[in-house]
């Protein structure tokens, strides 16, 4: 499994756009990139998925560079409810039936 | 549609004793997997369980165990409880394939 490095934490204000970045320098070929998002005591929930270039949603967009090697989870306009932890997850893209490998991830603290 | 949900959110139990904890998957969601979270860290994968069998293990020992029934809903049994045990345990639902798993609020275990 591709390892994950993303930063521990991160603090922002209301309005303003978060971008967090994940390194995967060992991603395969058949990797997707994968964002969950946790709030205290409550399960990981499923943010965006994606394999190159840009993915977006009505909640994030999720940047892929040629290589592959990192990707940016982009907030726009994060607000206090985005205050979170964030993990970055590289596997195949049948996340159903496969253990999900989570690292530490990156505490967003969203401030007023 | 329901979602995931566990039960009992909080439990305190001393070592050497057994636990069991209980989940039910999302409604049409035939696989069920066991996460442990640490304090500060990512959910860490125990097993996975399809269709009553397990399908998949990470590196827990023997005495954790677990069950799949019928209809999908699935329990952990932890026998011989040691401190180290104490954490976030969290059950996800899913289809065997693309889609994500969808992760219930989960079980705060504490072991005195």
């Known amino acids: 499994l591709a390892k994950t490095t993303q930063p521990i934490s991160m603090d922002s204000y209301e309005g303003q756009e978060v971008n967090i970045t994940c390194s995967h320098n060992n991603i395969a070929t058949n990797d997707y990139i994968t964002w969950y998002q946790q709030f205290p005591s409550q399960g990981p929930r499923f943010i965006i998925q994606?394999?190159?270039t840009k993915v977006t949603n009505e909640v994030a967009s999720l940047f892929i560079p040629a290589d592959r090697k990192s990707s940016t989870l982009s907030l726009p306009r994060v607000s206090l409810s985005d205050t979170a932890v964030y993990y970055c997850l590289v596997g195949p893209r049948d996340t159903g039936r496969r253990a999900l490998t989570f690292g530490s991830g990156t505490r967003l603290q969203v401030q007023p | 549609e329901t979602g995931v949900t566990q039960s009992p959110t909080h439990l305190i139990k001393t070592r050497g004793q057994q636990v069991t904890l209980r989940c039910s998957s999302q409604s049409g969601h035939n696989t069920v997997s066991w996460y442990q979270q640490a304090l500060g860290q990512g959910p860490q994968f125990i097993f996975q369980y399809y269709r009553e069998e397990e399908n998949g293990r990470g590196n827990f020992p023997p005495r954790f165990s677990g069950l799949q029934f019928p209809n999908y809903s699935s329990e952990l049994n932890v026998n011989a409880l040691e401190l180290d045990d104490s954490a976030l345990y969290l059950c996800a639902s899913s289809h065997q394939g693309p889609d994500t798993q969808y992760f219930g609020p989960g079980t705060r275990l504490t072991v005195l």
């Open positions: 994606g394999y190159k």
